[in-house]
């Protein structure tokens, strides 16, 4: 069995440091993971209340024909497509 030289041991070695440095996990800073679940909250808020909108004007919709105010259909309705803008 032939002897490995050691350069050639010492340039896997350091191929394999650097694959390691290109894989390894990052530390991602707490500000910066603080900074991305402020905006996914502000995201969540935001989906949260056009989903209320849209709960009410089919609140409004499914009211029955003879109890159903057109006027205030057609606010609701006015204040969703304005919402979607």
Avoid: C, H, K
Wanted: aromatic residues 4%; charged residues 35%.
């Amino acid at each position: 069995m032939s002897a490995v030289p050691f350069s050639a041991v010492q340039s896997r070695a350091r191929i394999a440091r650097d694959r390691w440095e290109q894989l390894r996990p990052r530390p991602v800073s707490v500000r910066a993971r603080l900074a991305a679940l402020e905006e996914e909250a502000q995201e969540n808020r935001q989906l949260n209340r056009r989903i209320a909108e849209l709960t009410d004007v089919v609140t409004e919709l499914l009211i029955p024909l003879s109890e159903r105010d057109e006027d205030r259909v057609a606010e609701v309705l006015a204040a969703y497509r304005a919402g979607q803008a």
